[in-house]
């Protein structure tokens, strides 16, 4: 019997670099938001979801490129809680469209 991948896998390793300090923290958040998710069926439907989660947990944009603040990854220091949807739209995105692609 086979068991469902679950999104968790492709979150496990985070990338090298970020874009601004609040990133690592919505990696996290989207982490846990999808990590029990098994694998959707296509690259769309995973696009749609990641798209999706990043907007619902931002309450932004992918298409806005202006770095955001995010109160609850705010921990101090220059640049603290803020997100750049840059990063997620060109590498952290991709980076886990990859990964489902090399996993599957």
Do not use: C
């Not at 990854?73 to 739209?89: E, K, L, N, R």
């Amino acid at each position: 019997m086979q068991t469902q991948k679950t999104l968790s896998k492709i979150f496990e390793e985070e990338p090298l670099r970020w874009g601004l300090r609040g990133d690592p923290f919505l990696w996290k958040e989207m982490k846990a938001t999808l990590g029990n998710y098994e694998y959707p069926d296509s690259e769309e439907q995973l696009t749609a979801l990641l798209k999706h989660t990043y907007e619902q947990l931002t309450g932004a944009s992918l298409i806005d490129r202006e770095p955001i603040f995010i109160e609850r990854y705010g921990h101090g220091g220059m640049s603290s809680g803020m997100v750049s949807p840059q990063f997620w739209a060109e590498q952290a995105i991709p980076l886990l469209l990859a990964r489902h692609r090399e996993s599957k």
